[in-house]
């Protein structure tokens, strides 16, 4: 079945630690995204990529780095100097020009020790 | 910038019972509207959609109207299911250069609804 992987589905961690969390898509789609949700906040757009080899920063992107170097793929690391990483990561794919029909993987929760 | 306001929750009914569920929206230009739904332990799944005033978006016995002259996008449903109980996102994009939006989706805060027996 097509869809959008993300893992792993609990992250933690600890202090001055980068990690790193897998998204990976079988759908073809050339566009993918990472957004962060908070408790009673709305998504809000880290880091965004049309094509491979290229991305752009969303709204909140400090803190955050991203690569895509295939298709498929768009990892996200959360660095150190991400002061407040404690959120729920939701990966999004979606048909080059048709950026409004996202579809999303089932997140990762990530927190801190 | 763009904003989406949705109502406060969360929301609890009885099956059958109608639903609301109120977004209001600040945007430039025209933006298309969008209701995104979170059943738990999930990511979002698109709902449904209105690109221009006065459309109307619908599935799954959901509806929502683009009305442009309030500013608004409500969730409605007529008789609501045990099933239904997730998280329900509004969410708008402006379109960019080409009429494409690039994913650039600004959302609400999310409204929790929880339906019983």
């Known amino acids: 079945d097509g869809g959008i992987t993300q893992s792993p589905k609990y992250l933690f961690r600890k202090e001055g630690q980068n990690v790193t969390l897998s998204c990976e898509q079988n759908?073809?789609?050339?566009?993918m995204y990472w957004y962060r949700q908070d408790p009673g906040q709305g998504l809000r757009l880290i880091y965004y990529s049309q094509i491979v080899n290229d991305f752009q920063k969303g709204d909140i992107a400090e803190g955050y780095s991203v690569s895509r170097e295939k298709k498929e793929s768009f990892p996200l690391t959360v660095t150190s100097a991400q002061k407040n990483p404690t959120a729920f990561y939701l990966c999004a794919s979606s048909i080059r020009g048709a950026g409004e029909k996202l579809f999303f993987g089932s997140g990762t929760q990530l927190s801190v020790l | 910038g763009n904003s989406v306001t949705q109502m406060e929750g969360p929301v609890t009914l009885s099956e059958e019972a109608f639903l609301t569920i109120n977004c209001t929206y600040t945007?430039?230009?025209?933006?298309?509207l969008f209701w995104y739904v979170q059943y738990p332990g999930e990511g979002l799944q698109l709902l449904l959609k209105a690109t221009k005033a006065d459309d109307k978006g619908s599935n799954k016995g959901f509806e929502a109207t683009y009305r442009k002259e309030t500013t608004s996008f409500h969730l409605e449903k007529g008789s609501v299911q045990v099933s239904d109980s997730a998280v329900y996102f509004c969410?708008?994009?402006?379109?960019?250069?080409?009429?494409?939006?690039?994913?650039?989706?600004?959302f609400g805060q999310g409204t929790i609804l929880t339906v019983h027996p």
């Open positions: 759908l073809n789609h050339d566009a």
């Open positions: 969410a708008l994009s402006d379109l960019g250069a080409g009429g494409t939006s690039y994913g650039k989706l600004t």
């Open positions: 945007a430039t230009g025209y933006p298309s």
